[in-house]
C-alpha cells in the first residue's frame, strides 16, 4: 500500500475487555499520508466490526470475515450469526440484548479484509506462561520455540473429550456449549480441568468436540491439530479466515449449529477411526 507521498501505517486493534464492542481503545487518526492506515481487529467473533474506526481507515482487517459482505448491512441479535440463529430457532433471550451495528455504507463494507487467525501463536501446554515472559522479556526466540506435534496414529484410549466453559453473561452465547455437554455427558470428557491434565487429555483423545464461544474459533482448534485428534466442530463454512484450516472432511468433521447430528457424526469417526485419521493427518500437515 505505500505510495511516493509515504508509507502505509499499521494500526493494530487490542481486543476490549469491557464495555461496547465498538468503543474501541484506539481510533486512528485521519491518515496523513497516500498509503493510508491498515486497522487489525482480532475480536474473536466475526460478527462484531468496530463501525466507529471504518471512517478513519483504508483497510479493516479481521481475523474472521463473513463471506458474504452484504450480510454485515444488517445488525445482528447478540452480534452474532450464530447468537442470532438460536435467538430465532430456540427462543434463546439474552438477559441484556445487544445488537451489532450495521454498517449501512457500501464503501465501508468494501474496506473489510481477510487478517490472519490465532494459528500463528503459541499453543504449546506452555503457552500462556511462553506470552506471559514475552511481555517481560520480548525475545523473539520465544515465539520461535518449537512445538510437539504428536502423531493421529498413536493410541488414543479417550474416545471424545468437550472440555469447555459454559459460564457466560450472554444466554445465546451460553447455548451452544451448554446443549453440547449436556448431549455429549455421557460420550464425552467434559468439565474443566488444570491445563495440563486437559493437554494431556487432548493428546490421547481420538475426538475434540469444540463449539463456539464468544467466537466462531478458539485455541482448542489450533491444540486439537497439534494434539493430533479429530476435530468435530460446528459449521463455519460462512467464514473466511486465513490461513484456511476449516474444511469439512479435510481437515474436520462439521456438525450443524442445532447439533441434532452431532452423536450421528461422533458415532461415524469412532467407527471408522482409522479412516479419520487421515483428517488428523492432513490438519496437522496444513497446520504445520
Excluded at 22 to 48: C, E, H, V, W
Excluded at 123 to 136: D, E, M, T
Excluded at 161 to 187: F, G, H, I, P, W
Amino acid at each position: 500500500m505505500g505510495s511516493s507521498s509515504g508509507p502505509a501505517t499499521l494500526k493494530i486493534c487490542r481486543t476490549v475487555g469491557s464495555g461496547s464492542w465498538n468503543k474501541p481503545n484506539a481510533i486512528p487518526a485521519k491518515p496523513r499520508t497516500a498509503g493510508g492506515q491498515i486497522y487489525f481487529d482480532m475480536y474473536d467473533s466475526s460478527g462484531l466490526i468496530r463501525n466507529a474506526v471504518l471512517p478513519h481507515v483504508t483497510i479493516y482487517a479481521k481475523n474472521f470475515l463473513l463471506r458474504e459482505p452484504d450480510a454485515y448491512a444488517r445488525s445482528h441479535y447478540g452480534g452474532r450469526t450464530f447468537t442470532e440463529y438460536y435467538h430465532e430457532s430456540a427462543g434463546v433471550q439474552d438477559s441484556e440484548p445487544q445488537f451489532s451495528d450495521a454498517i449501512a455504507s457500501a464503501s465501508d463494507r468494501a474496506k473489510l479484509r481477510v487478517g490472519w487467525n490465532m494459528a500463528f501463536a503459541h499453543h504449546g501446554p506452555i503457552n500462556f506462561r511462553v506470552a506471559s515472559l514475552y511481555r517481560l522479556l520480548p525475545i523473539k526466540w520465544l515465539l520461535d520455540a518449537p512445538t510437539r506435534f504428536y502423531s493421529p496414529s498413536r493410541e488414543r484410549p479417550v474416545d471424545a473429550t468437550c472440555r469447555v466453559a459454559t459460564s457466560y453473561a450472554r444466554e445465546t452465547v451460553a447455548y451452544q456449549r451448554v446443549r453440547m455437554c449436556d448431549l455429549m455427558k455421557n460420550r464425552a470428557a467434559t468439565g474443566r480441568v488444570p491445563r495440563a491434565k486437559y493437554y494431556r487429555e487432548l493428546t490421547r483423545s481420538k475426538v475434540v468436540l469444540s463449539p463456539f464461544g464468544w467466537g466462531e474459533h478458539a485455541m482448542r482448534d489450533y491444540e486439537t491439530f497439534i494434539c493430533g485428534a479429530v476435530l468435530l466442530k460446528p459449521d463455519m463454512s460462512y467464514l473466511d479466515t486465513y490461513p484456511p484450516l476449516y474444511d469439512d472432511g479435510q481437515t474436520m468433521v462439521v456438525h450443524n449449529w442445532d447439533l441434532e447430528d452431532v452423536g450421528e457424526k461422533l458415532d461415524q469417526i469412532l467407527s471408522n477411526h482409522s479412516a479419520h485419521v487421515e483428517i488428523a493427518k492432513t490438519a496437522q500437515d496444513r497446520f504445520r
